[in-house]
């Protein structure tokens, strides 16, 4: 490898993702010159909230225990010998602890003099405390907090999510920092760098700050930190880049290795010009294609020109893939802009609660009886309510899981003969939902024919999440670094108060739309034959990236999957309007579904809480037309 190359790897996803690839990571050759791990979602940081809400103030784990106890262990001999650094936000809401954590681990293995740890803070706008209300998080913030627009970076309020009032109890608020503070614990040492809240792409943008040494001087600043920013959002899911969740997963499993049961996780090998390679370790199942890469690149943005990063605005319009190599694709053609004022923020608070349950039904119309048996259990509540004197649900979902719930209207008249009822419920009140807990599992032997038990519901809080936006000059990334924590505040790169990235974007090449013309006779094939997809989430808001198989189909998606196509086909799901950008480099269209989670993954009451499986929906449901001698020869498998 070239000096002027350095090796990423992610080994995590999410928290829970497999423990054993770090080890897989740790051990490929070249050695890597950093190991990252994402173990923050939203819905994770509502878990470690929600947690420590239910402690009451008394000392716990807010961090990622399992990065602690499970995985470091195991890499800290290798990391001696390689030089390997670490990278992670394992430390969720208290970096301090999983600090102290860490170093006793170092000095269990006889290495606390070795190896130095570093952590990054400032991302806790609720500095500590278990729950706050939104007035007095405004006025601790001189009423700077706001909410976040996916479809406008300047008009704030434009299809935003719902913010907390002083009725719901805020139990976690943290700014999404950005990768100086990353690279300056980097600079001061430390080999193993743990964060809180950043954006997940910092992670690996830290670490090329730090080695190549970027100055914002330079006319190609803002470009190199958006390729970086990229490459981290590329491996930041892990498996995502490598053939996992990918459209034709088939070609998963006729690659050798092990497919599935063992998928090599990925690398970024980035050079000193800002391009980078995406590949994983040898001898690993998965793939890595211009087409699993492009998955991963449209999977949870927004608009592709305005992918906005604390330290940069990155434009994905004309990135362009080249396969270099078996399992090797070269990306280029990131651009960069100067950042935003603000910093988009993850909050979390307390609305009502929400309970689930569940039971197995087989037999003839598994379906229609799962329907009815949920109708009944709601009207059966809502009947000892109103004799008790209880006002109604909130919000009742039933769903017949297996016969084909998801994609509600365009569900295929085929009966199915095996399904899982589930019922959901929320109430503002907990001990409505016992009521609720205890007239489930009865319908086994009062219901309808063919029912089984399947778990016990829980009542839980409802929690919800919001994004919001508050400006950079309120929020102070600190580094602590070492045994003595040897502190010190990042300053902010200087961003755009002008706020020209508010304006339309550059123009790029448009994808053209076919126009019919006389004498050629179109078809229709389903939206899966001739492209890709791949869905994702952030709050309230789904995307569905969609991606040509051929640049020869394009006029043709881009003529039949319009905007009113997509909304029509998810009108079940979306209740906001639903926006299309192009990536014309990629291929590729990106949907924005606003409006269309039930409220966001952690208070959604549907099965597909994130959205994961929306792409699939339009892939298998939705049909393009094109002329009959553009049809592909083979049709794609489901």
């Known amino acids: 490898m070239s000096k002027n190359t350095v090796r990423i790897g992610c080994y995590s996803a999410f928290w829970g993702d497999s423990i054993e690839a770090a080890v897989q990571l740790v051990e490929s050759q070249p050695p ?41 262990p195991d890499l800290l001999p290798t990391i001696a010998k390689t030089g390997t650094k670490i990278v992670t936000n394992a430390g969720a809401l208290d970096p301090f602890t999983c600090k102290d954590a860490i170093e006793a681990v170092l000095k269990e293995q006889g290495l606390e003099d070795k190896i130095k740890v570093a952590i990054v803070v400032g991302d806790d706008l609720l500095q500590g405390q278990a729950a706050s209300m939104i007035s007095d998080v405004q006025e601790q913030y001189g009423n700077q907090l706001q909410s976040f627009s996916p479809l406008s970076t300047t008009q704030h309020t434009i299809e935003a999510d719902r913010m907390p009032s002083d009725d719901h109890s805020i139990i976690s608020l943290n700014a999404y920092l950005g990768a100086g503070g990353v690279a300056a614990a980097l600079a001061q040492g430390a080999q193993i760098v743990i964060t809180g809240r950043t954006v997940d792409s910092a992670l690996t943008v830290g670490p090329l700050m730090h080695e190549f040494g970027w100055n914002p001087q330079d006319p190609q600043y803002h470009n190199l930190l958006a390729s970086a920013s990229l490459a981290g959002h590329v491996i930041e899911c892990g498996c995502h880049a490598t053939g996992g969740n990918f459209t034709d997963w088939r070609l998963v499993t006729q690659a050798g290795h092990g497919g599935y049961s063992n998928m090599g996780y990925p690398i970024v090998e980035f050079d000193r010009a800002g391009h980078f390679t995406v590949t994983k370790p040898e001898n690993t199942g998965g793939i890595v294609t211009p087409a699993t890469v492009s998955e991963q690149i449209l999977y949870e943005t927004m608009d592709p020109a305005r992918y906005i990063m604390p330290e940069v605005i990155v434009d994905l319009r004309q990135v362009k ?69 209880i006002e109604d649900f909130i919000a009742f979902n039933v769903e017949a899981i297996g016969g084909e719930s998801l994609f509600g209207p365009n569900a295929s008249k085929q009966s199915s003969r095996e399904v899982l009822l589930r019922v959901t419920a929320r109430h503002r009140n907990p001990g409505a939902l016992t009521i609720f807990t205890r007239e489930v599992n009865p319908m086994v032997t009062s219901g309808a024919p063919g029912m089984g038990f399947y778990g016990l519901p829980q009542i839980l809080p409802n929690m919800v999440h919001f994004p919001a936006l508050i400006p ?58 001739v492209a890709l997809g ?94 009959a001698n553009l049809l592909p020869k083979e049709q794609a498998r489901l």
Request: aromatic fraction near 8%; proline fraction near 6%.
């Open 32 to 72: 890597l010159d950093y190991l990252t791990a994402d173990y923050l979602a939203e819905i994770t940081m509502g878990i470690f909230a929600a947690k420590r809400l239910r402690r009451g103030g008394e000392p716990g784990e807010d961090y990622v225990g399992l990065f602690v106890k499970d995985t470091l």
């Open 472 to 529: 950079k000059t309120l929020v102070q990334t600190k580094v602590l670094v070492g045994k003595n924590n040897e502190e010190s505040t990042i300053a902010w790169q200087k961003w755009d108060d002008a706020l020209t990235f508010g304006q339309a974007p550059t123009p790029v090449p448009a994808i053209p739309e076919y126009k019919p013309e006389k004498g050629t006779p179109l078809v229709k094939t389903k939206l899966i034959n």
């Open 321 to 389: 893939l080249e396969q270099v190599g078996q399992n090797r694709v070269k990306v280029t053609g990131t651009k960069g802009l100067p950042p935003t004022p603000w910093l988009k923020c993850c909050g979390i608070y307390i609305d009502t609660w929400q309970s689930s349950g569940d039971l197995f039904i087989a037999g003839e119309e598994a379906k229609e009886k799962a329907i009815t048996i949920g109708h009944a259990i709601r009207d059966r509540c809502s009947a000892i309510f109103r004799r008790r004197g």
């Open 534 to 627: 791949r869905s994702g989430d952030k709050g309230d808001v789904s995307n569905i990236g969609i991606i040509a198989r051929d640049p020869r189909f394009l006029p043709y998606i881009k003529r039949s999957i319009t905007e009113d196509a997509v909304g029509e086909f998810m009108r079940h799901h979306c209740h906001g309007p639903v926006k299309r950008y192009e990536l014309p480099g990629l291929h590729a269209f990106n949907f924005v579904l606003t409006h269309s989670l039930g409220g966001g993954g952690i208070t959604s009451m549907i099965v597909d809480r994130q959205g994961k499986a929306f792409a699939q929906l339009c892939l298998s449901g939705l049909e393009v037309e094109l002329p």
